[in-house]
């Protein structure tokens, strides 16, 4: 098959790809749906929270490492779920990224509020991410496991979920540290 014939077949398989999800989810994860609004709630309170509560003497550090959680969540979610190992079932809207409710609002804000306290109290960074992750993984997910919110296949649990958090959190961190002090050094 030459290149041209390849990427056709590949534009139809997405197409009926697509078709599929917008289907299933006006089917099961529409607005008349409890796990529609509860994706949307998971979007939309975190948020709301945070603007209440974050340190705004330290917006752009606190605000650039919840985007780098975000950001690295978002591309292992992409990662995890086109490879079928960690499917979000329900969503918001059906060409996001599946778990949009959570690498944009549910992890990042509750890693800001961690790190903010941390540094705000000059507390143990590491400490306190493991006991959140574990919360995180071990607790909700094994909520949304139970609510068949989720799926995972090919191995995948949540242990594995729980390294994953970890290592997108401590690479945040760091690079969040990295940048910090190419400012400071910078002055």
């Excluded at 779920?81 to 809207?93: A, E, K, M």
């Excluded at 799926?151 to 979920?161: A, E, Q, R, S, T």
């Amino acid at each position: 098959m030459d290149k041209k014939l390849f990427w056709e077949e590949f534009y139809k398989n997405r197409e009926k790809l697509n078709s599929s999800l917008i289907s299933y989810w006006k089917e099961f994860s529409f607005i008349d749906s409890w796990q529609f609004w509860f994706a949307l709630g998971l979007l939309i309170i975190p948020l709301i929270i945070l603007f209440f509560v974050v340190d705004r003497s330290r917006l752009f550090e606190i605000l650039f490492f919840g985007f780098s959680v975000h950001m690295l969540w978002t591309y292992i979610e992409t990662i995890l779920g086109s490879t079928s190992l960690f499917v979000h079932q329900y969503f918001i809207i059906p060409l996001l990224p599946f778990a949009l409710s959570l690498n944009s609002s549910v992890l990042p804000v509750g890693f800001i509020l961690v790190y903010q306290y941390c540094l705000n109290h000059n507390k143990n960074f590491y400490l306190y991410t493991i006991i959140v992750s574990a919360i995180f993984s071990f607790g909700f997910a094994s909520i949304e496991l139970l609510l068949g919110l989720i799926d995972f296949n090919g191995g995948m649990n949540l242990f594995y979920v729980f390294l994953i958090d970890l290592v997108v959190v401590f690479l945040s961190f760091w690079l969040t540290k990295f940048i910090k002090n190419l400012r400071v050094s910078s002055q």
